[in-house]
Each structure stands twice: as structure tokens, then as C-alpha cells.
């Protein structure tokens, strides 16, 4: 018999079915809840709530395991390229080698940007935010890329979706050209999704940029492990826009203005920030761990905690032996480093984080390998945009195909005044007077 669950309200009993996903976990089916019940339930951010039925990515918070489409993060990171696991994101399988070079061929024919985004760029002011930028840019993507009439619907989603890929990046790097001064350099057909980004950010006429392969690889592996992470912030804007039926570009701008937040993707930068912070301080974290720990401060240590992680969250060590490897490669020390390492280790024997399941998450540790690719900090959130694009695409081209797919329209609990009389103008005047408003 199928797994009900009973709810007693004024009295009467209610039933309601129980999911059960392919990994154990379970669910309480409430769609039917108010229609039959006349309640809503109350669940401020979300923290009990189910808001979709996907097969992309699987979380398990308590044992530390990130699963893309059933394969393990790890071995994604040891094996796969970008590309590759954007292609499993979107597409559900890895591809096969004609898939991959079909894929990555579109990729190449899409990757410049109309010339006149350029005059887009030198209008933004110095100093401006490149998420809001980016934000923006993709947003006027669809104006630049307008829907045709002649194409299926299943063409344009495939043109849509290699131009967002394709574009962000070179969005991204010609950001950061335009930011500095610098003349843009174009993509190039001769070079991988990774190393075309990295040339595109730093190549100059006066130094031409030398490609290092294991840089390459550790921005591959960057990518990958910030392609997707379930129902995060920022993939239930894009799901939560896109259920109003707008376009793909406007659902991807929504994402980045969530993912642009210090308590998601901005998370990287603030993280360096703070590290950057308790350096002029003196070098000691400690007064920063116990203002983390005053219930009266609002500071948080940036790059801990996590609201599904309840362990090491899976993706930071992967992301810290990267981040060695380059450094060691690079010949390069950090300051940063030494202070972070002292702060993770102060941190993890502390009661307060133990006590609150607190650990580094992935964010800790991308700063630094991020930095180690000289990648100014501005530039972190940018980052993790783009390597979070395909899982953003892949989760709004799940919400699309849902044959239960509704509009997303949540309820509140009103706790404001009940009925009351309009005031007129010149009588609130006169209660106002009389402290009587
Ligand atoms: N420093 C100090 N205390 C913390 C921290 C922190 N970084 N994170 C959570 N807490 C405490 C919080 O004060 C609360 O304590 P109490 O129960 O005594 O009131 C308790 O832990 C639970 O916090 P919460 O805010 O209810 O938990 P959440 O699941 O809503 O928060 C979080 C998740 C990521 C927003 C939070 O841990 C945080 O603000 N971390 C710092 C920002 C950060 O590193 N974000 C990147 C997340 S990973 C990248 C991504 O996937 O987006």
C-alpha cells in the first residue's frame, strides 16, 4: 500500500502521499493541502520545502555527497572537461565523441558578441559592480538575439542555449578588458572553452599570454564544481522567473542578480575580503571568530556553513588541492593562505562551529586558487556565474518539460491591520498635530 501522511485539523483527518525519491529521500505531497484543507503551510526560506521534482543533481547535506546526474563530483573532477559536464547538465548523458565535438563546435560559432554590446560597456561608469553588468548584458542578449519566427521551437532553445554558454564567457572577459582600459581580444577557434576564456581575459599585444595547461585545468575543474548544486538561491530565480514563461536570457539575468549575494556566489570575493581584513588587522582571526560567535554581531565568517552541507561540504577539498597544486606550480606563496589555513583550523575545533555543523565550504578555498590565477576580485562572483550557467540552464529546461509545471506564486501569512477607514488628506494633518497619527 502506498506511504500516506496523516494530518488531524479542527478534528478531521487528512491524507497525503508520500514521494519518495530514487535515493531514499522523502517527501510530503501538500499540493492538495489548501484546496482541501483551507491552510497554508509557513516556511520561511524555504528550509522544509520541495519546490520541484528533478532528476540533475543530487545533494545528500549529511554524508557530503554532490552527485551530477548520478555521477560523482569527484570523478567528474578527476575526468571531465567543462564542456563535457555541461553537456551532461543540460542533456542528461555525457556525450559521445561526435555529441562533444558537435557541442563544442557550436560553442565556437556562437562565441562572439554583436560589436555594438561593446558601446554598451563604455557607458556603464568606472567602478561599477561586473555582476550587475553581466546581469544587465545578458538580459539585453534577447535584444540583440531576437526570437525567429522561421526556427522550431526546439532550434531556437538549441541556439539559445549555445549562445548563453558561448557568450557569457566572452561577455565576462570583455568586462574585465573594458573595466581596465584594455582593447577586447576576441575568442579564438583554436582554443578550448577554458583556455579561450583565459587568453580572451589576459592576452595583451605587448605580452602575449603564454597558456598554461595546468592553469587551464584548474579553472576546468573550478567550473565544474560550481556547474550545479540543486534548488541554490540563484537556480530557484531562474526556475522561479522562468515559470512566468519569460525567456531563457531573462531567467539567466535573474540567476546572476541572486548568485551576485555575499551569502551565495558573492560569497568568494567576501571571503577574500574578510581575509584581507583580518590581514591589516594584524593577522590574528580570532577577534573576527568570536564576533561570529556574538549573537549581537551581525558579521559571519564568510566561507562556512552551508544550508544543505552539515559536513565538509564535497567540492572544498577538491577545490584546496587545486589550489596547492597551483601554487606549488606557480611558484607562488600567499599571505592570504597562511591566514586562511590558521582561521580553518581554529575554526574547526571551535564548540560554537562544531555545535552549529559549520565547516569551509567550497567558497573558502576558490578565493585563493582563483587569486593564484590572478583573477582580480571583482571578478570571483563572474566567475562563478559562469561556471554555474549550465546547471542553471539544464534546471530551467527541466521546469519547462514539467508536465505539473505551474506558475510560481507563494502565500503569505498576513499579520498587517485589519479594516480600517481612509483618512482624509487634511484631517491627517491635523491627527498628525495631535500625535493621534
Ligand atoms: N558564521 C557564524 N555563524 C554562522 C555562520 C557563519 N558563517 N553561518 C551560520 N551561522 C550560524 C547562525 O548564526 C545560526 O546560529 P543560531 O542558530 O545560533 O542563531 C546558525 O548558524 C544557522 O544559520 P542560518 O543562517 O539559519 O543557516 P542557513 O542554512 O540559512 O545559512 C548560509 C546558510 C550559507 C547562508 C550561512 O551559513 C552563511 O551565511 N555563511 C556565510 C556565507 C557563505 O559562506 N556563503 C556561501 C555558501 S556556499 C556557496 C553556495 O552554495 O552558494
Redesign the pocket.
Same mark, same amino acid.
Given at each position: 500500500m502506498a506511504e500516506k501522511a496523516t494530518l488531524i485539523l479542527d478534528g478531521k483527518t487528512y491524507e497525503f502521499p508520500i514521494i519518495t525519491g530514487s535515493e531514499g529521500d522523502k517527501a510530503i505531497d501538500i499540493s492538495k493541502l489548501l484546496k482541501e484543507t483551507g491552510y497554508i503551510t509557513f516556511d520561511p526560506?524555504y528550509v522544509n520545502t520541495g519546490s520541484c521534482i528533478s532528476a540533475i543533481t543530487y545533494m545528500d547535506g549529511k554524508k557530503g555527497i554532490l552527485r551530477y546526474r548520478g555521477i560523482p563530483i569527484e570523478e567528474l573532477a578527476e575526468h571531465s572537461t567543462f564542456v563535457e559536464t555541461s553537456y551532461l547538465l543540460i542533456n542528461g548523458n555525457l556525450p559521445t565523441p561526435d555529441e562533444l565535438a558537435a557541442f563544442s563546435g557550436l560553442l565556437n560559432d556562437h562565441s562572439l558578441v554583436h560589436e555594438d554590446m561593446k558601446t554598451f560597456f563604455s557607458s556603464y561608469p568606472r567602478g561599477a559592480h561586473p555582476m550587475g553588468i553581466l546581469s544587465s548584458m545578458v538580459n539585453a542578449l534577447r535584444a540583440f538575439y531576437p526570437e525567429v519566427p522561421e526556427r522550431s521551437q526546439e532550434e531556437e532553445l538549441n541556439l539559445t542555449v549555445a549562445r548563453l554558454l558561448s557568450k557569457l564567457r566572452t561577455l565576462a572577459a570583455m568586462s574585465y578588458r573594458i573595466s581596465r582600459g584594455h582593447r577586447v581580444i576576441y575568442p579564438s577557434h583554436e582554443l578550448g572553452y577554458c583556455a579561450n576564456f583565459l587568453n580572451m581575459m589576459f592576452d595583451s599585444p605587448v605580452k602575449p599570454y603564454v597558456i598554461d595547461y595546468d592553469v587551464v585545468r584548474a579553472l576546468e575543474v573550478f567550473w565544474i564544481t560550481s556547474a550545479d =548544486?540543486e534548488q $541554490?538561491c540563484s537556480t530557484s530565480a531562474v526556475r522561479h522567473v522562468g515559470s512566468a514563461r519569460v525567456n531563457l536570457y531573462a531567467s539567466i539575468s535573474a540567476g546572476i542578480s541572486a548568485l551576485w549575494g555575499?551569502? =551565495?556566489?558573492g560569497?568568494n570575493q567576501a571571503v577574500i575580503e574578510m581575509l584581507q581584513e583580518i590581514r591589516d588587522s594584524g593577522g590574528d582571526p580570532r577577534p573576527f571568530i568570536e564576533r561570529?560567535k556574538d +549573537?549581537n554581531d551581525p558579521f +559571519?565568517?564568510?566561507?562556512?556553513? =552551508? +544550508?544543505v552541507y552539515k559536513t565538509y561540504d564535497p567540492r572544498a577539498p577538491i577545490i584546496k588541492k587545486m589550489t596547492d597544486k597551483i601554487l606549488t606550480k606557480l611558484g607562488r606563496t600567499d599571505p592570504l593562505l597562511d591566514i586562511a589555513q590558521n582561521l580553518e583550523e581554529l575554526v574547526i575545533r571551535d564548540p560554537y562551529f562544531i555545535d =552549529?555543523n559549520?565547516y569551509p $565550504?567550497?567558497?573558502f578555498h576558490s578565493g585563493i586558487l582563483l587569486r593564484a590565477m590572478d583573477v582580480p576580485v571583482n571578478m570571483f562572483p563572474v566567475m562563478f556565474a559562469i561556471g554555474r550557467l549550465p546547471g542553471w540552464i539544464g534546471q530551467w529546461m527541466e521546469s519547462m518539460e514539467d508536465p505539473d509545471r505551474k506558475l510560481c506564486r507563494p502565500r503569505q501569512i498576513y499579520l498587517g491591520p485589519t479594516l480600517r477607514e481612509y483618512i482624509p488628506r487634511d484631517k491627517r494633518i491635523q491627527m498628525k498635530e495631535n500625535g493621534e497619527l
Open positions: 526560506g =548544486h $541554490n555575499p551569502l =551565495h556566489g560569497a561570529a +549573537r +559571519r565568517l564568510m566561507g562556512f556553513g =552551508h +544550508r =552549529h559549520l $565550504n567550497v567558497d
